[in-house]
Nanobody, 122 residues
Framework: QVQLVESGGGSVQPGGSLLLSCQAS????????MAWYRQVPGKQRELVAS???????NYTSSVKGRFTISRDSAGNTVYLQMIALKPGDTAVYYC????????????????WGPGTHVTVSS
């Protein structure tokens, strides 16, 4: 019902930058919160950054000052600008959206993108 398409992953050297994008489409009435998570093999998926429709933002402590999350004016695209990347940022990054569907306006549903790989290595 909702598709999330991520782009912008890749390989960079330490200190480099990447911009991740995630566009949502489908039977969307409204998207409340959007977020970026990341996961490395053998570890739990962790929240990297989130942004509400009203603009409230949260970051995990390890990325504060280096990553910036934002949304476009329509509210269906979320970005993650990453600078000063470290090897510890290597992971698969997933987009998440908290969506009110056209067909179910009485509840929110959670959707995930397929993930995009980010590798930080010299």
């Amino acid at each position: 019902q909702v598709q999330l398409v991520e782009s912008g992953g890749g390989s960079v050297q330490p200190g480099g930058s990447l911009l991740l994008s995630c566009q949502a489409s489908g039977r969307i009435f409204r998207i409340d919160a959007m977020a970026w998570y990341r996961q490395v093999p053998g570890k739990q998926r962790e929240l990297v950054a989130s942004i509400t429709r009203g603009g409230d933002i949260n970051y995990t402590s390890s990325v504060k000052g280096r990553f910036t999350i934002s949304r476009d004016s329509a509210g269906n695209t979320v970005y993650l600008q990453m600078i000063a990347l470290k090897p510890g940022d290597t992971a698969v990054y997933y987009c998440n959206a908290d969506v009110v569907l056209v067909t179910r306006k009485d509840r929110r549903s959670d959707f995930w993108g397929p993930g995009t790989h980010v590798t930080v290595s010299s």
